[in-house]
């Protein structure tokens, strides 16, 4: 059984540059939650597909969106890149829409640094 | 709407002492609580989860926890505390039956563990 697996680890954009972050779920899953993670901030929900549809979205603009593949991989797009975009990103995978009884599996994420 | 609380921003004990993390929530539906822990450059590790079934939850690392409805708690308990236990600790919530599936975590409790 593999895990969840983030790429890239580490990634350096300019202000103002477009950015495709990549998520492979675990395994069976077939939703994937996307989060931002501020320095010395909990994550914070950014949004969730399932089934290759969005299931729901956090508090975010526009320029933040995603994708689901028929694999149930996942990308989490971000256009217009701003400083405070600057942050860990991570990806989760679960079973089923909700998540929540079945639990969530979370990669290592990607930290991304907007110069 | 659900949020979490983590009472404390920093808890320091000393190797071999019990360890106590305390999480108040609040949910409109019936919840389904986590813990999570981060070591440092790390992704998320579950440590336990509650689903509406036993109130005290067993995790893994000896942690445990004990969901109490009257005092909308679900504090993070374990007996001995292990120099490798040292890293962030992060309760959550999610929304069992209601549409909003997503993860709400509190901002997370460092603990240090002193030899």
């Known amino acids: 059984e593999t895990g969840v697996t983030q790429s890239p680890t580490h990634l350096i954009k300019t202000r103002g540059q477009q950015v495709t972050l990549r998520c492979s779920s675990q395994?069976?899953?077939?939703?994937v939650s996307w989060y931002q993670q501020a320095l010395g901030q909990g994550p914070q929900f950014i949004f969730q597909?399932?089934?290759?549809?969005?299931?729901g979205r956090g508090n975010f603009p526009p320029r933040f969106s995603g994708l689901q593949f028929p694999n149930y991989s996942s990308e989490l797009n971000v256009n217009a890149l701003e400083l405070d975009d600057s942050a860990l990103y991570l990806c989760?995978?679960?079973?089923?829409?909700?998540?929540?009884?079945?639990?969530?599996?979370f990669g290592s994420g990607t930290r991304l640094t907007v110069v | 709407a659900q949020s979490v609380t983590q009472l404390d921003s920093h808890v320091s004990v000393s190797e071999g002492t019990p360890v106590l993390l305390r999480c108040n929530y609040s949910?409109?539906?019936?919840?389904?609580l986590f813990w999570y822990v981060q070591h440092p450059n790390k992704g998320l590790q579950l440590l336990l989860k509650?689903?509406?079934?036993?109130?005290l939850v067993k995790g893994i690392n000896g942690f445990e926890a004990e969901f109490k409805k009257s005092e909308t708690s679900f504090h993070l308990t374990k007996p001995s505390a292990h120099m490798s236990d040292a890293a962030e600790y992060f309760c959550?919530?999610?929304?069992?039956?209601?549409?909003?599936?997503?993860?709400?975590f509190g901002k997370g409790t460092l603990l240090t563990v002193n030899p």
């Open positions: 949910s409109s539906y019936s919840p389904s």
């Open positions: 597909y399932y089934r290759e549809e969005e299931n």
């Open positions: 395994s069976g899953h077939n939703t």
């Open positions: 959550v919530v999610s929304e069992s039956g209601g549409s909003n599936y997503k993860l709400t």
């Open positions: 989760a995978s679960s079973l089923g829409g909700a998540g929540g009884d079945y639990g969530y599996t």
């Open positions: 509650y689903t509406s079934a036993a109130t």
